[in-house]
T-cell receptor
Framework: GAGVSQSPSNKVTEKGKDVELRCDPISGHTALYWYRQSLGQGLEFLIYFQGNSAPDKSGLPSDRFSAERTGGSVSTLTIQRTQQEDSAVYLC???????????FGPGTRLLVL | AQSVTQPDIHITVSEGASLELRCNYSYGATPYLFWYVQSPGQGLQLLLKYFSGDTLVQGIKGFEAEFKRSQSSFNLRKPSVHWSDAAEYFCAVGVQGAQKLVFGQGTRLTINP
C-alpha cells in the first residue's frame, strides 16, 4: 500500500518568508509525528498528533513553528519568518495506534537562504 | 532524561564481513527500541524493533539485534554485509510508549568492495 508522502520534496526560501510543509499519512493511521533532521542536532521530535486529542507540541523549537492536522489525516507544518537555522530535513511519520511502530515519509528538504 | 548513544560515527567494513553497530540507551522504564536505516536522500526505514519478550529480535535484510537490559544496550548485527547495506543507521528509544522517538546520532556504514 501507499506509504507516508510529503510535499514538497525540496523547498528553497528566503529568510523571513513563511513556509508550509505537507504530510499525508498512511491511510487509517491515527497517530502522526513530525521530526527535524539537521546536521548539528541530529533527529529531533517536533510534534505529535493522536486522533482528536490535543497535540503534544513539546518539541517545537519556537513559537514560529506550528502544525495542524485536518480531519484526522493530512498535516501541515508551518514555519513563520524562517531563519537560516531552520534549514533541515523535515520528516513526517505515522503509526496505526499510539504505541505502534512509526513509518516515515521521504522528508522535505528545506533550505533558507 | 532519555538519551541514546551510538559511539561509532563512521564504520567501514569489507563486503562479506560481519557487522556490529553499537547502541546504548538511558531510560528509566522498560524501553521500546528501534533500529532504522536511511539511504542518501531517503526517509527512515524500520529494520527491527523490540517491545518485549525474546531479547534477540530478527529484522529485515538479514539484520538482528539483541536487547541487554543489564548493559542498557541494543546492538545491531549482521553476519555478512552486502554493498547495498551502505547507509546511515539510527538507533532510537520510544518514550511515553512509542509516542516520541529519541534518536542516536547515527552511524554511517561504508562497505569496501
Amino acid at each position: 500500500g501507499a506509504g507516508v508522502s510529503q510535499s514538497p520534496s525540496n523547498k528553497v526560501t528566503e529568510k523571513g518568508k513563511d513556509v508550509e510543509l505537507r504530510c499525508d499519512p498512511i491511510s487509517g493511521h491515527t497517530a502522526l509525528y513530525w521530526y527535524r533532521q539537521s546536521l548539528g542536532q541530529g533527529l529531533e521530535f517536533l510534534i505529535y498528533f493522536q486522533g482528536n486529542s490535543a497535540p503534544d507540541k513539546s518539541g517545537l523549537p519556537s513559537d514560529r513553528f506550528s502544525a495542524e492536522r485536518t480531519g484526522g489525516s493530512v498535516s501541515t507544518l508551518t514555519i513563520q519568518r524562517t531563519q537560516q537555522e531552520d534549514s533541515a530535513v523535515y520528516l513526517c511519520a505515522s503509526s496505526l495506534l499510539r504505541q505502534e511502530t512509526q513509518y516515515f515519509g521521504p522528508g522535505t528538504r528545506l533550505l533558507v537562504l | 532524561a532519555q538519551s541514546v548513544t551510538q559511539p561509532d560515527i563512521h564504520i567501514t567494513v569489507s563486503e562479506g564481513a560481519s557487522l556490529e553497530l553499537r547502541c546504548n540507551y538511558s531510560y528509566g522504564a522498560t524501553p521500546y527500541l528501534f533500529w532504522y536505516v536511511q539511504s542518501p536522500g531517503q526517509g527512515l526505514q524500520l529494520l527491527l524493533k523490540y517491545f518485549s519478550g525474546d531479547t534477540l529480535v530478527q529484522g529485515i535484510k538479514g539484520f538482528e539485534a539483541e536487547f541487554k537490559r543489564s548493559q542498557s544496550s541494543f546492538n545491531l548485527r549482521k553476519p555478512s554485509v552486502h554493498w547495498s547495506d551502505a547507509a546511515e543507521y539510527f538507533c532510537a528509544v520510544g518514550v511515553q510508549g512509542a509516542q516520541k522517538l529519541v534518536f542516536g546520532q547515527g552511524t554511517r556504514l561504508t562497505i569496501n568492495p
